[in-house]
């Protein structure tokens, strides 16, 4: 137990967890959050936002560094633990080579920290081997991006923008339970019926459909693609399509309409369940809320629930033909956007812990991005290692043969959220050396050999950059606990004991004037901005390349960031699922999120308010499915595919389609769904296909020694009795 924070005074700052990064402000005793006025949440917050402040009071909350020890993990002092872990870094480099060692970083961490971590890997560890969770949650849609329209920022406008619009068109996401503060942005396709969304669930974003609202589009689970292509095909078969805007801007457009030529409507419904009358209102209603045909505007957005599968790049690149076909990127009025996820997902993109990346959200395979970075680190560019690999292959190789020996994590609970869990705990265990970075003992720190204590949020200075693209100010309002140490800090130590070339400042403010630097001339250039700008003026869009430069909110206006100034239609064909339904596994699992939990649940378990909400996991299933398994409300049901199972009370909706289950990722234990999840990937971005796998679904029979699933969170002292 620590004591508890004292505010250093009232405090502006951003909300702990996602990317819609609410503006809140810290203060009064105890510590409370209370939202301020933004314009992407216009003085809301969720409960968690709400809640947010309980992080700093959490009991166990790890306040020193951490040795495994035979009779469990054993504090240890900062200097003992930070020479030991060079002097096996050093020597696993020396036997196995330096991608002996691996990263594993997290779209939370701020941009400076991002920024070094990327280096760190590059300069102080020398390896390849660096990857992050970004890959389980924006890769697809950043793919798609940067091949269409020359550049990856998730909503490349304000999302205030869409408020106005007469359409939005949502493929999987579920913002009012994900980013409920946004759901206000929507009121003006509401109000003009235009609102459409596609989830196989009635989820609480699909209700806000209900009343002439708009359209639930209740598709098969990994059927998003099909529907897109049919969108298309409509589009482009009636004549809706923005013929003088594909003219003058893009590129492909015949490919894509011979690509979708065989896509008639009664093939779509045959494949997603949705009658040909919806899908062709459903085009129809965009193209005519669509500036070309005199509508107010219309905007495509995507979110995990189209995006996390094997085809999620080819999902979003359709996506992005539709928004190009009816001329919306870069019109005053529409669009296609990516929802980003992680509180930093933005910025955590762009910075370098991605395996194939520098700063700026260069390609470390470029030359010229390679000279220019070695420049701002005063190094030889041969001495920055070559791309490594996406995150699931990274964890597939964990301790095997010629695959890394050690793992640095920073801001990840990879054994609760990566996909086949059960797989990544034994590559986990497999290492000589785990060092885990973070403010809790999540399941995966309860692993390590080295579990290191780090400031969070409330205790830190930095920036993030939302979901929009903006950069804002993360500001300290507590101290952190006397042991408790930056990311920054560590980095600069251990560089320091393996003889790293560079130098390592541990204040968050240098370091963004070099990543600034780092970023100049990049797709996301930050080299205009400075603390001191954010902290005197608005928050800035990105790119920003000069210190007058008042950044950029729209992009696309006048042209693409690619070679020609033109976009391009890249044509896309659907093969399903990877693990797709069938005889012995004939129900459909979909994943994702419960409004009150945030991820892994790491946080989000350890506040009460929050736990008692939620406080274990479930399964949700139709009634009809529910009787033709002998299940009723409240029992456990076993969930197995051919990975794993895991076990969960059954809920019943009818809510859900009856071919297909969900469950949230937020718990562990017998509750664990990614035990069940399928680790095959998207062969453009590295996506594992988290949304949707094959499984059966059967009643536990009561007395089966099944351990129900508990809401406790991980505890140190169960590692250590
Ligand atoms: N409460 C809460 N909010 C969060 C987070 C959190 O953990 N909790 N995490 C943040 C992060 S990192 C992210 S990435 C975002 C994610 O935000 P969302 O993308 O909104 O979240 P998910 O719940 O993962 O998925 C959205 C929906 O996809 C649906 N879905 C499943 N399979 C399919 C399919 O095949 N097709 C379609 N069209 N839909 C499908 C699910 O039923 C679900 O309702 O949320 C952010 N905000
Ligand atoms: N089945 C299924 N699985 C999924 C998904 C899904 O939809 N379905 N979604 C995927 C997606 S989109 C995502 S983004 C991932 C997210 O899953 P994870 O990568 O596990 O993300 P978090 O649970 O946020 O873990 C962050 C960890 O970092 C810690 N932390 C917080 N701040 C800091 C910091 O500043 N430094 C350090 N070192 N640590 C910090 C937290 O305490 C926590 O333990 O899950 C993926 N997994
Ligand atoms: S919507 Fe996201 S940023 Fe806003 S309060 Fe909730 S978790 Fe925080
Ligand atoms: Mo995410």
């Known amino acids: ?250 590129d492909g457009v015949e490919e894509v309409r011979r690509s979708v030529a065989s896509w008639w409507p009664e093939r779509v419904a045959s494949v997603t369940g949705v009658p040909e009358p919806q899908l062709r209102a459903v085009a129809r209603r965009l193209a005519d809320a669509s500036p070309h045909r005199g509508g107010r505007g219309a905007f495509v957005l995507t979110g995990r629930g189209a995006e996390q599968h094997t085809d999620g790049t080819a999902t979003v690149s359709a996506a992005i033909s539709l928004a190009l076909a009816l001329g919306l990127p870069g019109a005053e009025r529409g669009g296609y956007g990516a929802l980003t996820g992680q509180g930093n997902g933005q910025g955590g993109r762009e910075h370098g812990q991605k395996a194939d990346q520098l700063p700026g959200y260069r390609s470390i395979e470029d030359p010229a991005a390679r000279a220019h970075v070695a420049g701002v680190w005063g190094v030889d560019p041969d001495a920055i290692p070559r791309s490594g690999v996406p ?97 920054l800090w560590i980095w600069a130590e251990l560089a320091r004991r393996l003889d790293a070339p560079g130098t390592w400042s541990t204040e968050s403010r240098e370091v963004f004037d070099e990543l600034a630097r780092a970023s100049a001339g990049g797709r996301a250039d930050y080299a205009g901005i400075t603390h001191d700008r954010l902290d005197t003026g608005e928050a800035l869009y990105w790119p920003c390349p000069d210190p007058t430069h008042p950044g950029t909110p729209r992009l696309f206006t006048e042209r693409f960031p690619t070679a020609s100034g033109r976009a391009t239609m890249v044509p896309v064909s659907s093969d399903g699922p990877d693990d797709a339904v069938r005889e012995d596994a004939p129900i459909h699992l979909v994943t994702g999120r419960l409004l009150q939990h945030y991820q892994s649940g790491a946080q989000t378990r350890r506040v009460p308010a929050l736990r008692e909400a939620a406080g274990e996991a479930h399964v949700e299933m139709h009634p009809a499915l529910a009787a033709r398994l002998g299940v009723d409300a409240a029992e456990l049901v076993r969930v197995t595919s051919t990975r794993g199972s895991m076990v969960a009370p059954a809920r019943l909706t009818r809510d859900i389609r009856p071919d297909t289950v969900f469950a949230p990722f937020h718990f562990s234990g017998d509750g664990l769904v990614n035990a069940v999840t399928n680790d095959a990937t998207d062969p453009v971005s590295g996506m594992p296909e988290f949304k949707v796998c094959a499984v059966t679904v059967e009643r536990v029979e009561p007395g089966a020694g099944v351990r129900r699933p508990t809401d406790a969170p991980a505890t140190l002292l169960e590692v250590e009795s």
């Open 391 to 487: 995150a699931v292959e990274l964890l597939a190789r964990l301790g095997t043969a010629d695959g890394p020996r050690g793992l640095f994590v920073h801001g990840s609970n990879l054994v609760v959220s990566a996909p086949r869990a059960g797989a990544v705990r034994e590559r986990l265990a497999s290492l000589d050396l785990l060092v885990v970075c973070d403010v809790v003992p999540s399941e995966t720190a309860l692993m390590a050999d080295y579990v290191l204590p780090v400031t969070q949020w409330a205790e830190e200075e930095g920036t993030m950059t939302s979901l929009e693209g903006r950069v804002l100010r993360r500001r300290r309002a507590v101290t952190a606990p006397p042991q408790v140490r930056d990311e």
């Open 1 to 250: 137990m620590h004591d508890s924070p004292s505010p250093i005074t009232d405090t502006d700052t951003h909300c702990p967890y996602c990317a819609l990064q609410c503006a809140q402000r810290l203060g009064g005793h105890p510590l409370a959050a209370e939202p301020r006025d933004f314009p992407t949440n216009r003085g809301g917050m969720c409960q968690k936002g709400w809640t947010s402040a309980e992080l700093l009071r959490t009991p166990d909350r790890l306040v020193e560094p951490l040795r495994r020890t035979p009779r469990g993990l054993r504090p240890v002092s900062w200097e003992e633990a930070l020479d030991d872990i060079a002097d096996r870094s050093l020597s696993l480099a020396e036997q196995h080579g330096p991608d002996a060692l691996a990263v594993f970083g997290g779209g939370g961490l701020t941009n400076e920290k991002a920024y070094q971590l990327g280096k760190f890997a590059r300069l102080a560890l020398r390896t390849r081997m660096v990857d992050y969770n970004g890959r389980f949650c924006m890769s697809s849609a950043a793919a798609a991006a940067n091949r269409s329209l020359g550049v990856d920022r998730g909503l490349p406008f304000p999302l205030t923008d869409l408020r106005d619009a007469d359409a939005v068109l949502l493929l999987g996401s579920n913002l009012a339970d994900t980013m409920p503060p946004a759901v206000q942005h929507l009121a003006g396709a509401r109000e003009q019926g235009g609102l459409v969304v596609v989830d196989p669930r009635r989820s609480a974003t699909a209700r806000l459909c209900d009343d002439g609202a708009g359209t639930h589009l209740q598709l098969v689970p990994g059927t998003d693609l099909v529907l897109l292509l049919g969108l298309l095909h409509v589009v482009l078969g009636e004549g809706l399509a923005d013929t003088a805007y594909l003219h003058e801007r893009v």
